[in-house]
């Protein structure tokens, strides 16, 4: 089975300060993985995604995220934190079985960026 | 990338009633998903719905609590029917783009709250 885990339900940084949303994850074969962030009653948005290639991807508002495939992670990153970017964050992998593509999200983090 | 309409954005039921919500996505697509996301939760997969066939249920859903129709490649209702307060979720209906179909986008969900 395949799974996804956020070891930190919260994170806090301040503005300014490098932040790391942490993700670890299980599943066979070759994974696809995806951070989606959720603003405050709307819905998930895509911030970047690694299928292959390069381990270090770069997704929207300044985000990127390291592949590391001994350590079976994935960590979220951004060098220098927004108060704007305080939201729920959400890692995923991308299943397939039986032809449906679906994914499965971890936990979430909150990250609070305090001014 | 789509643009998806989800309606209504919230509702507050009655138990023992049922609640429509529609999705309507500005491109056609051959799948899309329904997500529940209980409060403080992340996001579990309740079913996916593919145009001209029956929808797929996860483990833990059933058809005669959550019925969906899909009936053209633009639009999708998922059904809560025989309400009751632990059904007090957000319900995110997603579509899959990308050059595998490997990436979601999501509508700005449904706040539904059982009384």
């Known amino acids: 089975a395949q799974s996804v885990a956020q070891p930190e339900d919260q994170v806090n940084v301040a503005e300014g300060n490098p932040l790391t949303v942490k993700c670890t994850y299980s599943?066979?074969?070759?994974?696809?993985l995806f951070w989606y962030v959720q603003y405050p009653n709307r819905g998930l948005q895509f911030l970047l995604k690694y299928i292959t290639g390069d381990n270090l991807v770069k997704g929207s508002y300044g985000f990127e995220a390291e592949f590391n495939k001994s350590q079976t992670s994935f960590h979220l990153k951004k060098p220098s934190a927004l108060v704007s970017d305080s939201a729920l964050y959400f890692c995923a992998v991308n299943r397939r079985r039986a032809g449906r593509r679906a994914l499965t999200f971890g936990s979430g983090t909150r990250l609070q960026v305090q001014p | 990338s789509a643009v998806i309409s989800q309606k209504p954005s919230r509702d507050i039921c009655q138990r023992g009633t049922s609640l429509t919500i529609q999705c309507q996505v500005d491109s056609q697509v051959t799948m899309m998903f329904w997500y529940r996301q209980q409060p403080g939760q992340s996001l579990t997969l309740i079913a996916t719905a593919n145009q001209g066939s029956e929808a797929t249920y996860e483990s833990g859903f059933v058809i005669d609590k959550f019925p969906i129709s899909r009936p053209n490649l633009t639009f999708s209702t998922l059904t809560v029917s025989n309400m009751s307060p632990e059904d007090s979720s957000i319900y995110l209906c997603?579509?899959?783009f990308g050059q595998g179909e490997e990436k979601l986008f999501f509508g700005s969900g449904t706040q539904l709250s059982v009384l």
């Open positions: 599943v066979s074969g070759n994974p696809y």
């Open positions: 997603s579509v899959a």
